[in-house]
């Protein structure tokens, strides 16, 4: 089920590529990119909620598998802000923002498999999910530039 909610979670972005790339009547490119862009926003947040919840899944997060478990939370907390400046800032350095923000999530959970703190099917999904997210954000920054 996890397979299928993460791939549903990404066909927004894709959706919005699309309509940039090839409009939709009554849809502008710019309304799309906007909406893309949000959506970015609040699914690295999202991402970024996933290491809150790795260190608050146990009673004492200092006993925690996680790397530097300070640091994962503020890493949680600063994929928020990022998600947020993202949907403020103009799309161009907005979607750097995404497409960075995606990556370091991406760097950190194959860090996390390595000590042992998440599972490998965990990591598989978020290494496939980053890729299908990246793509599409890539497609969009090369079109704003």
Same mark, same amino acid.
């Given at each position: 089920?996890?397979?299928?909610?993460?791939?549903?979670? $990404?066909?927004?972005?894709?959706? !919005?590529?699309?309509?940039?790339?090839?409009?939709?009547?009554? %849809?502008?490119? $710019?309304?799309?990119?906007?909406?893309?862009?949000?959506?970015?926003?609040v699914?690295l947040?999202? $991402?970024?909620?996933?290491?809150?919840g790795?260190?608050?899944?146990?009673?004492?997060?200092?006993?925690?598998?996680?790397?530097?478990?300070?640091?994962?939370?503020?890493? !949680? %907390? =600063?994929?928020?802000?990022? !998600? %947020?400046?993202?949907?403020?800032?103009?799309?161009?350095? !907005?979607?750097?923002i995404?497409? =960075?923000?995606?990556?370091?999530?991406?760097?950190?959970?194959?860090?996390?498999?390595?000590t042992? =703190?998440?599972? %490998?099917?965990?990591?598989?999904?978020?290494?496939?999910?980053?890729?299908?997210?990246?793509?599409?954000?890539?497609?969009?920054?090369?079109?704003?530039?």
């Amino acid at each position: 089920m996890p397979w299928v909610v993460g791939f549903i979670s $990404v066909l927004p972005l894709w959706l !919005g590529a699309y309509a940039v790339y090839r409009p939709i009547a009554d %849809f502008s490119p $710019v309304s799309a990119l906007s909406l893309t862009t949000i959506y970015g926003g609040v699914y690295l947040s999202l $991402v970024g909620g996933t290491k809150w919840g790795l260190i608050s899944a146990v009673s004492h997060p200092e006993h925690s598998k996680a790397v530097w478990p300070t640091a994962q939370m503020l890493l !949680g %907390f =600063a994929s928020l802000l990022a !998600g %947020f400046c993202a949907v403020i800032l103009p799309a161009q350095i !907005g979607l750097s923002i995404l497409l =960075a923000g995606f990556m370091v999530m991406a760097l950190w959970d194959l860090v996390h498999l390595q000590t042992g =703190a998440i599972v %490998f099917w965990y990591t598989r999904l978020r290494v496939w999910l980053t890729m299908l997210t990246v793509a599409p954000l890539l497609a969009l920054l090369l079109k704003v530039l």
